[in-house]
C-alpha cells in the first residue's frame, strides 16, 4: 500500500492507509496503548486496545523504523484529530542498543556535547530539525530576493594559495606538495566576478581556524555572500541587503511558521562616531564592544520601534584593506554593520575598485602586493564602483530563534575541539 | 540619471538615457565611429559622428569601464534595432595596461592556460560567462525540482577527520594540530539526515586530489547531491533523477535560451550484463569502458530515440562498500550509472541501511571499522531504505555545452598544477 504522511491522516478518515516513520515514543497505559510515529512532517498517534496488538508495541524499541497499517479514527484528542487503530506494525530496521539522547521531551535529553557526539540522532529531535529547516528556508530566502534582483549564482574555489583577509586563523594544507589554504571567504572571488555578471552571490562553506572555544565561533559556517557593481556608495549596497533580509525572515515564516521580527522599509542608520554618542562611549573608541551594540539596539527599538539598525562609517584603521574610504573624511570608511536586537548581524560595505587604489592601501599598511597578485590582477582591467555584504547563515538562525549556542543550529559543527562526527 | 541595462534601450526610442558597462570593443570607420558597450544583459551600440565624439571613442582602451548618456536612435542594422546618438562619455575606471585575452572575437583568444591565468578577465566573454549562466541555472533546476518533492537543503562539514570513499586522493590539513582531511563527498553526511528529514539535498564544493591531468578532472568541484528514505530500491532513486535531469535541462532552456536534450518519461534502462552484450563486451568484464558506454549511447538512441540511458546493476566489487547489493544475486548491486550520449554523468544508488550490513561490509574488504565509527554510529538508531546520487556540475554542464575540457566551464578552476587565481 502506499505510504502517507501523517499530515495526510486527518484526509483519509475512515479508510485503512499506511504510515511509516520512527517510534519516537510509545506510551503504555494500563488499559490501552499508544505508539507515536515520527515522519518528516510530524507525529502521528497509533492506537492498540487487544492485548495482540499491545504486545507488538510492547516489543518495540525507540527510533526504530516501522511501517504502520490501519484505519484512521476520529479521535477530538489526537494530533490533528485522527488516530490509527487496529494497527498491523513491521519493523524495517530495529534499534538493538539503547538511545545515548532521548527525543520524545521538549529539548533532546544529555548535554550539548553527547547530543553533538551523537548528532545523526540528536538532530531527530523536533526542535533541532525545525531550526535546520529554519536555516534552509532562511537560506532559500536569501537566493530568491537576489534572483528577483538580477545576481546570478557563482561557485568559487575554496582552497587558495594565499591567506585572503589576514595571515591568522587559516587553516593549512598539502596542495600536490605545495602549501595551499582553505578560503576564509570568498570575497576576492566575488568582487572578480561583479566584473563578469554586475551582481553575483554564493552560499558556501568558508573556513576559520577559530583558537577561541565560544558560542558563536565555529570552524566552518556557511556565509550567505553577495556583491553588485555600478553602486554609488554603501547605501545602495544596505538597501539591497535590507530587501534580502526581509525576504529571508518572510520565506522563514511562510515556510516553518517561525515568527520573525518586522523589518522597517527602511532601516535605522546612525553614523560610527553617532554610534558611539549613543551609546556613552569615549569618541575616541576605535569599535563598538558588545555593551555599545546592545545600546544601539535599545535605542533603535526606542526611538525608531525597529529590531534593526545600521551602523555605518566604522574607522578605516578596524576595517580590511579592500574596503572604500569614505570620500568627505578617509577616517572613516564606507562601511557598515547591520545589528539586530543589539548584536551584530552582518557585515559589509563598499570596495576599492581601482588598481591602483588597492596597490596603496597595501603599501599604507605596510602589506606586500605579491600576496595578492593573482586577485588584484583582476582589477587592472575595468571594475566598476561596487560592494556587497557576507551573512553567517548560522548565527543568523541563531539569533532569529534566541539558541544560545550556534552549534545548536549547526547539522555537524566543526570547532577547536571537535571534527567528528 | 538613473541607467538602464542594453536590454532596455528598445523600450526607450526617442529618449536620453545612459547606460553603464565595459567597452567591449570599438569600430573606428573612415566616416564614423562605433563603441560597443557591455553590460550584465547584453551589448549597445554606441555612435559617434562628430569628430569630437569620435575623439572620445578613438581615446578609450577595451575594459574601461564607461557610463554613456545619448538619445536611443532607431537603426534596423544596429543590436535589437536601436543604437545611442550623440554620446557623452565618463570614464568611471579606465584600463592602462594591454588586454592579455581579447574578449570581442567569437572566443576569447589566447590559450586555455592564459585564460585560465587571468580568469578575471577571460570570465567576462560571452561565451564564458553564458557557460556560468548555464551553470546557475542548472543548479537553480536541481533545487527546485527537489524542493518540489520535500527534500530539504543541508550543509555538511567540508573537514573530516578520516578519508571517506577511499585513502587516496584525499587533501590532508592540519586541523588545530591534528590531521584532517577535504571531505570528498558529502556521502555519509547526506545518508544520516534520511534520519532527521526523509529526503535531503546538498549543493556544495567537493575535494578530490586528483594526480590526473586530464580535461575532466578538477581537484574541487560543485556536487549535486540527494539522498532519499522509504525507497523500495535503487528505481525510485532513478525516477527521481529523471525528474530533476528534466527540470535542469528545462531551466537551462528557459533562462538561457541553451535547447537541451529531450528527457524521456521513463528512461531507457539496462542491466550491467545486458549492457554488456549490447556493447559487444566479454561477459566478465568488471566494468564498462569509454567505448562500451559510447555504444550504449548509440543503441539508446537507435533503440529507443533517447540521449540518455541507465545502466543498473554494477558488480558490487567495483563500487564502494555503503551500497546495495541486488537481493536476487550479491555479485551484483542496486546501483546505476546514467549515460548522456555515452558518457556517465550521474552516478547512483540503494545504499545499506543496517548498521550490521555495514560492519559485515566493512569486514569482507578487510577494512576497519573504526575509521567509519563517527558515521556508523548513526545506522544504530533506526535508518529508513535509501538511496541516493551525485551530479558533478561542471561535467553536467561541459556534457550539454560540448565543451572539450571541464576548465572551460568552471570560474576558478583547481587541478594539479592550478591554485591561483
Do not use: C
Not at 535546520?132 to 537560506?139: I, K, N
Not at 590582477?377 to 534566541?402: K, N, T
Request: net charge neutral; aromatic share 8%; proline share 7%.
Amino acid at each position: 500500500m502506499q505510504r502517507i504522511l501523517s499530515t495526510e491522516l486527518a484526509a483519509h478518515a475512515g479508510r485503512t492507509v499506511t504510515v511509516a516513520g520512527w517510534v519516537h515514543r510509545r506510551r503504555l497505559l494500563k488499559s490501552v496503548a499508544f505508539l507515536i510515529l515520527r515522519d518528516a512532517a510530524g507525529l502521528a498517534q497509533i492506537v492498540a486496545t487487544s492485548a495482540e496488538d499491545r504486545a507488538v508495541l510492547e516489543a518495540l524499541t525507540e527510533e526504530s523504523v516501522v511501517e504502520v497499517t490501519g484505519t484512521v479514527t476520529a479521535n477530538a484528542a489526537a494530533p490533528a484529530g485522527v488516530e490509527l487503530t487496529a494497527p498491523t506494525v513491521r519493523v524495517l530496521s530495529a534499534v538493538a542498543v539503547p538511545l545515548p539522547v532521548e527525543l520524545h521531551r521538549p529539548a533532546p535529553t544529555g548535554t550539548l556535547p553527547t547530543q553533538l557526539d551523537h548528532a545523526a540522532l540528536a538532530l531527530r529531535h523536533p526542535a533541532r530539525a525545525a531550526a535546520l529547516r529554519v536555516a534552509a528556508a532562511a537560506t532559500a530566502g536569501f537566493r530568491a530576493a537576489l534572483e528577483a534582483r538580477r545576481f546570478v549564482e557563482i561557485h568559487t574555489p575554496k582552497i587558495v594559495a594565499s591567506a585572503t583577509e589576514s595571515g591568522a586563523n587559516v587553516f593549512r594544507l598539502d596542495y600536490f606538495g605545495r602549501p595551499g589554504y582553505l578560503a576564509q571567504s570568498p570575497q576576492f572571488y566575488k568582487q572578480l566576478m561583479v566584473g563578469v555578471f554586475e551582481r553575483v552571490y554564493e552560499v558556501g562553506p568558508v573556513f576559520r581556524a577559530e583558537p577561541h572555544d565560544t558560542a558563536r565561533h565555529l570552524a566552518q559556517y556557511t556565509s550567505l555572500d553577495a556583491e553588485l557593481g555600478f553602486i554609488t556608495d554603501h547605501r545602495d549596497v544596505m538597501a539591497v541587503l535590507r530587501d534580502v533580509v526581509a525576504t529571508m525572515v518572510d520565506t522563514v515564516a511562510d515556510r516553518t511558521g517561525t515568527p520573525g521580527p518586522g523589518v522597517p522599509e527602511q532601516i535605522p542608520a546612525v553614523h560610527f562616531s553617532e554610534a558611539l554618542r549613543i551609546a556613552g562611549a569615549p569618541a575616541d573608541e576605535p569599535d563598538l564592544a558588545p555593551a555599545h551594540e546592545r545600546a544601539l539596539g535599545e535605542w533603535a527599538a526606542r526611538e525608531h520601534g525597529s529590531d534593526f539598525v545600521f551602523v555605518t562609517g566604522y574607522p578605516m584603521r578596524k576595517r580590511p584593506f579592500y574596503t572604500h574610504p569614505q570620500p568627505s573624511d578617509p577616517t572613516w570608511s564606507n562601511s557598515f554593520d547591520l545589528l539586530f536586537r543589539g548584536v551584530e548581524l552582518v557585515t559589509g560595505g563598499q570596495r576599492l575598485h581601482r588598481y591602483d587604489d588597492y596597490t596603496a592601501a597595501l603599501a599604507a599598511r605596510g602589506e606586500a602586493v605579491t600576496a595578492y597578485e593573482g586577485y588584484l590582477d583582476g582589477f587592472r582591467y575595468g571594475m566598476p564602483a561596487h560592494g556587497g555584504f557576507a551573512i553567517g547563515l548560522e548565527r543568523f538562525v541563531a539569533r532569529l530563534l534566541g539558541a544560545a549556542n550556534v552549534r545548536e543550529v549547526t547539522a555537524f559543527p566543526r570547532d577547536l575541539h571537535r571534527l567528528t562526527p
